[in-house]
């Protein structure tokens, strides 16, 4: 696929007609905001949220030895997850590096939908054909063949069963089963991006206009507003969860991350950065990398990525994300810091906005959890 050409989902015209805000985000043109981006971010915290993402890259693998050629190419145990389960993981360069983190669904007994980040879909599937080498299995490239669109919320769950036969209640999280939702055949999952529970629904692209509709209508009387990619954001740096390019990259390992729980070093056989990936959980053991925290603002300045956290003079980290927080009512940031100054409540931290020392409270992640 061309990355000078920008693609269009099959809602673009659907966001134009309701006045979305539009903007380039990895070769897509995508909505930021309808209107008010704290109003998007605080319905999906109380009431519900409908996102189109349907730039996120699918890629299906099928065959005899799909879960053999998953377990080699992952670093998790996609093998042991059943069907009609999914599992979040990552894909490693040889040297540990993270390439992408991933969801992967068990659709079938050897079929699984691999779920990548818009901007590393193509990065994903080169790697996965690549380490399908020697194995009875098949890659493809499934973008073309999925819209995905998400409702998510306190009211999710009531909106989508008012339009579905599923049995939702039985659905857990991080499952997803083979559904019909206002009539439109539709793979349902239960998986989201904002700390709150809510639903990700993979459909025929042809009919995706049709499900936001249904969608809409049926949300209408609880408060659902159509939200874009701003306060997809800020909903998940409040809780805690990392994004590729910001948390995540080749330059770190899962261990560098804190995300070392999602390599499983006890499955069978070999798999890509095995060795690295070792050495390197050895190291966090010995000599602790920095470690992800979450940063509070005592005055109003936001800080942004890339910009240096302090304490007593040195520099011990760097922000990772940043962003006003609708919920908390205050600037948070998520940052990789010395071990020494991890700590919640870890004196003197700040950071270095355009040359001022702003003072920050180390907190744990998340910062905000759901009410279950």
Known sequence: MSSTHIRRTALDALHRSLGATMTDFAGWDMPLRYGSERDEHLAVRTKAGLFDLSHMGEIAVTGPQAAQLLNFALVGNIASVGVGRARYTMICRADGGILDDLIVYRLGESEYLVVANASNAQVVLDALVERAAGFDAEVRDDRDAYALIAVQGPEAAGILSSLTDADLDALKYYAGLPSTVAGVPALVARTGYTGEDGFELFVAPGDAEKLWQALTEAGAPVGLVPCGLSCRDTLRLEAGMPLYGHELSTSLTPFDAGLGRVVKFEK?????????????????????????????????????????????????????????????????????????????????????????????????????????
Do not use: C, W
């Open 268 to 372: 069978e056989g070999d798999f890509v950065g095995r060795e690295a990936l070792q050495e390197a959980a050895a190291r966090a053991e010995s000599n602790p990398p920095r470690v992800l925290v979450g940063l509070v603002a005592e005055g109003r300045r936001v800080p942004r990525a890339g910009y240096p956290v302090v304490a007593g003079g040195e520099v011990i980290g760097e922000v990772t994300s940043g962003a006003p927080s609708p919920t908390l009512g205050k600037p948070i940031a998520m940052a990789y810091v010395d071990a020494a100054h991890a700590a919640p409540g870890a004196p003197g931290v700040g950071v270095d906005i355009r040359g001022a020392h702003e003072p920050y409270e180390v907190v744990p992640l998340p910062f905000y959890k759901r009410r279950k």
